[in-house]
T-cell receptor, first 113, second 113 residues
């Protein structure tokens, strides 16, 4: 168990809908990262938050947004969903801002039908 | 786009053999590299990391080699076991802030007994 908790584990929704994925980082970790993993693809970095502030941005679509709350949990919002958004979404956390080992959650499997 | 890639998508070995998984990176500014193992249905798990001021780092049954001249990273697994079967990803801190891990597509290691 990495200590990173993601909910829900599975999510099925229709095209055009909006969903929210939730992540609780390891105790004491201030950085949260979001990744998308499509079938047969690697992990695409979406966005990083550190202590409530956006720190780094990757290949995140404009339809997607994220935030980190004062209690350090994070949410990834996906809107106007398309079939191609079906993927595993992983959250990871690390203690600080510097490049270091990140601990991953078990992921949320999103299926858009 | 991604700056980390792997040479081979799959690698099959016999139990007890040594495995070598390779990775090429293109961002010469990256100074932190890491290997993760992902088993089916799980989030990535840390294996070993290395900073750019080192050429080699050893862990338990694993060794990471870094060749900055040719921008090449490798993971060596000694006495490979069936439990080592998984997808292996290399990653580097190639984002602009130098804090987020950018992953390659992964190599699937299959170990037969």
């Amino acid at each position: 168990d990495s200590g990173v908790t993601q909910t829900p584990k599975h999510l099925i929704t229709a095209t055009g809908q909006r969903v929210t994925l939730r992540c609780s980082p390891r105790s004491g970790d201030l950085s949260v990262y979001w990744y998308q993993q499509s079938l047969d693809q690697g992990l695409q970095f979406l966005i990083q938050y550190y202590n409530g502030e956006e720190r780094a941005k990757g290949n995140i679509l404009e339809r997607f947004s994220a935030q980190q709350f004062p209690d350090l949990h994070s949410e990834l919002n996906l809107s106007s969903l398309e079939l191609g958004d079906s993927a595993l979404y992983f959250c990871a956390s690390s203690p600080g801002t510097g490049a270091t080992e990140a601990f991953f959650g078990q992921g949320t499997r999103l299926t858009v039908v | 786009g991604e700056s980390v890639g792997l040479h081979l998508p799959t690698l099959s070995v016999q139990e007890g053999d040594n495995s070598i998984i390779n990775c090429a990176y293109s961002n010469s500014a990256s100074d932190y590299f890491i290997w993760y193992k992902q088993e089916s249905g799980k989030g990535p798990q840390f294996i070993i990391d290395i900073r750019s001021n080192m050429d080699k780092r050893q862990g338990q049954r694993v060794t990471v080699l870094l060749n900055k001249t040719v921008k090449h990273l490798s993971l060596q697994i000694a006495a490979t076991q069936p439990g080592d079967s998984a997808v292996y990803f290399c990653a580097e801190n190639a984002d602009q802030a130098g804090t987020a891990l950018i992953f390659g597509k992964g190599t699937t290691l299959s170990v037969s007994s």
